[in-house]
């Protein structure tokens, strides 16, 4: 599977403004997201989102997380684990679907723990 065309996809399917594969130390691996977006910035606090999210659960002795989800007046943001070694990340609009988005990102996160 190639990376930015699924993530690309996204844009169509779901209405995602912004996605990326991302190493789980924070490392962009791919990217489909708006120009003057610091990768560095962005790829590092979404590895940090879903990190503080597993240790939390791990605290709490729950189950790793599925997917974090952050909301905002205009968007919501979901991150998904895509094995041990990535994570994928997808914005979705108001206007877009957020339940369809967690759906692919997860069909690509299944891909992405093949590789």
Partial sequence: MELKPALRALRQSCGATASAVISRDGLVIAA?????????????????????ASTANSELRVGIPLHVTVESEDAKMVVVGAGRKALIVAVVGRKGDAALAISKLDEIAETIKMI
């Avoid at 489909?32 to 977006?37: F, L």
């Avoid at 560095?40 to 990190?51: D, V, Y």
């Fill in 32 to 52: 489909d997201v708006p120009e003057g977006v610091s990768m560095e910035t962005f790829g590092i606090m979404c590895a940090t989102l879903l990190g503080a």
